[in-house]
């Protein structure tokens, strides 16, 4: 781990009021945890290459959130679960099996545009 | 039937596996179990669900700073809920977002210079951050890049700088409120610490003491300012300062820039550590126009003593006085003509009887007790009237300059007065410039307001004339002005000077409700202004008709009232030879009864200061309630106004000043006369 990444923050980021044909995506998480951080970067990176300017990505840490992990019927972090377009779909793990959340995400249909060395 | 068999039996394996699944899932769902197994076969992992980290988690959950962890591109990967709320922000919309939109823009930067720098040994500064409803919020931010990470993370301690920021804001506007406070009073602060040897000076400190700001101070540098006079006092009273003594002192300094001697006040604390002092701390003070009023008010509280001392006396001494002229005017009348030895030394006692009075007279001018005839006076009108006796009075070789500018002054003022104070004034000019230079008289109209009095301590505010009289002579030291008012005060050679003159001005101008000012330097010359209360100009100028009434013109009874049985039957004797009918009384209740008794009684003259409660005014308005046409004239050894004013408008009774002629009484006499005809105007 000689290099590493620059740390320079990116300007897209959500807008904070989510429409109503916009994807909704909860991310139950536990605390600052390895496959709980790496998870948000996965999706993030998934997310900014897919859906750029159509979702809403709320993270929810289920220490601070347990009423939100039960009413969500989480039993594991991290989860995702995508609310919004219907049908409701959950996937467990950290993300980086790109192609599971893309079929999770109901967007295998569209042409995979090449990875981009994070 | 058999691949039926098989699909049944298989469907049944399938539903008990998820029967089995959803029934693993619900125990741990449920709270069921206290560790599970995960990873692949080879490498499997027990994890206990309350692991021993839940302290530090809750620390982090709970601590009352911001704390959050940032990804290598600045992604928000975990935050607690303080950081939420100080970003006003729901928490679940703050994580999985850029740390970049909460950085003001003009802040970026710098931002991205201490993300770069959290990776050696950590960073912290302070930041504007920018909150979910737009509004700014100061923050303390300290970043750290953390170790033994597979991926890089950066993790961070936010605090909430507003109340921090607020509170030295109140501090700040307190400071700036002392300073504002200290400055209006024309105080300066000072601290010095006496272990480092270094001082910290408000600018109107170093101000104080006329120096350049930010030069080297301390004790040796202060004592070095200090008055020599005043140093050993000085050093001794730093040197008894003891822990928490309160240092309290005055003392003359010089000011380093123009040499000036000036009065500082120096109030403050010395602080002692371990036996010794380490810290003096307060405030200073220019009092020296404090002190000039002080020093005024003395000499005022003197010059009052020293009047009602020679009133007193020069009241008793006309009384005397009184007696001698009239017994020798007597004496004289009754003289036979064949004795011109005896005449001429009756005639040379009676000049020195006026001589004496003459005397007493100015010293009651000097005690503010003498009779003044006020009215309004066009100063521009008298100045040019008297010009050629100001000229006179000088050297040819003085040049005279009399200014009085465009616009007419009026006064309320006795001008017979006013004119021997400007002469008197105008003569001791010629002596300080020893027979040439330039005296300068100027009257101009001045407003005197609160803030431009700081040399008239006790002038009210408002208009006045002011009057100068300005000479380029030898000028007088400090200590001579403040005693050129005192009686018998001269500088003059014995016999050149009765040293009267100026206490007789500034009696004057005192009781005309004046105010006097000094202004001199040794080899400047000297001027002295005369504030006098301003009049309107008068409409009329009434002229009482006394001309009809002569001597022994009425028939009177007069009624003599004095307590003082010597000069009483001087006096009887004295009207009496003037051809009127005199009954006498020694009091004014004998005197009432004696009006009631005889209702021929149609003049009265009383004394005005006598004992038993009731004095010559009270009579007079009494006697007058009675009898108004009874014609009155006081008399007294001393009076404000020749004219005694009543309670009721018009009632003003004329005075004879003590001692007095005979041909005065005769005049006296017919003025009281006449004002039973014609009331005294009351201009």
Known sequence: MTDKPSLRPRTSDPPLIPAADRYLLRLYVSGGTERSTRAIENLRHVCERHLDGRYDLEVIDIYQHPEAARAAQIVAAPTLVKATPAPLRRIIGDLSDQHKVLHALNLTSLPTPPDVIG | MNSTANDTSRFDELEARLREAEETLDAIRNGEVDAVVVGPADRQQVYTLESPDRPYRLFVEQIQEGAVTLSAEGTIL???????????????????????????????????????????????????????????????????????????????????????????????????????????????????????????????????????????????????????????????????????????????????????????????????????????????????????????????????????????????????????????????????????????????????????????????????????????????????????????????????????????????????????????????????????????????????????????????PGQYVKLSVVDTGMGMAPEVQSRIFDPFFTTKEIGKGSGLGLSMVYGFVKQSNGHIEIDSEIGRGTAIHLYLPWAEQPVVAAKPDTDRLNDNSQSVLVLVVEDDPHVRSIVVDLVRDLGHSVIEAANATDALKAIEERSDVNFLFTDIVMPGGMSGTELAREARRRRPQLAVLLTTGFTTESLSEGPNSGERFHILQKPYARSELVTAIEAALAQTHEPVSQA
Request: one cysteine or more; aromatic letters at 4%; hydrophobic letters at 40%.
């Open chain 2, 78 to 460: 975990y935050c607690n809920r303080r950081f939420a709320e100080m970003l006003a922000m729901p928490q679940e919309q703050v994580t999985g977002g850029s740390i970049n939109r909460f950085i003001l823009a003009e802040q970026k930067g710098r931002f991205e210079q201490l993300l770069d720098a959290s990776a050696a040994g950590g960073s912290r500064e302070e930041f504007d951050l920018v909150a979910g409803d737009g509004t700014l919020m100061p923050a303390y931010l300290s970043l750290v890049e953390l170790a033994r990470e597979p991926t890089r993370r950066v993790c961070g301690i936010v605090m909430d700088l507003t109340q921090q920021r607020q509170a030295e804001q109140r501090h700040r506007a307190a400071e700036e409120s002392l300073q504002i406070a200290l400055e209006a009073s024309g105080m300066g602060h000072w601290n010095a610490d006496l272990v480092a040897g270094t001082t910290h000076r408000s600018p109107s400190c170093d101000a104080i003491f006329g120096r350049e700001p930010n030069l080297p101070w301390n004790r040796d540098i202060f004592i070095d300012h200090v008055h020599p006079e005043d140093r050993d006092t000085v050093a001794k009273r730093l040197e008894a300062l003891g822990d928490g003594d309160r240092l309290e002192l005055e003392c003359r300094i010089r000011r380093r820039d123009n040499d000036a001697v000036r009065w500082i006040r120096l109030n403050g604390k010395v602080y002692y550590d371990d036996g010794k002092p380490v810290r003096a701390a307060g405030v200073v003070a220019d009092i020296t126009a404090w002190h000039q009023l002080e020093e005024q008010f003395h000499q005022a509280q003197k010059m009052e003593a020293v009047g009602q001392l020679t009133g007193g006396l020069a009241h008793d001494f006309n009384n005397l006085l009184a007696v001698i002229v009239s017994s020798l005017g007597i004496a004289q009348r009754r003289l036979s003509k064949a004795d011109p030895t005896l005449a001429r030394q009756l005639n040379h006692a009676e000049q020195a009887a006026h001589r004496g009075a003459a005397l007493t007279r100015q010293l009651l001018s000097f005690s503010r007790r003498q009779s003044l005839l006020p009215r309004v006076v066009c100063i521009n009108d008298l100045l040019d009237d008297l010009e050629p006796l100001i000229r006179g009075a000088v050297d040819e070789k003085v040049d005279v300059r009399i200014d009085t500018g465009d616009s007419a002054c009026h006064c309320r003022i006795d001008p017979n007065q006013l004119e021997s104070a400007i002469l008197n004034l105008a003569i001791n000019a010629r002596d300080a410039m020893a027979g040439s230079g330039t005296l300068r008289v100027e009257a101009r109209a001045v407003e005197l307001s609160a803030t431009n009095m700081e040399s008239l301590s006790d002038a009210p």
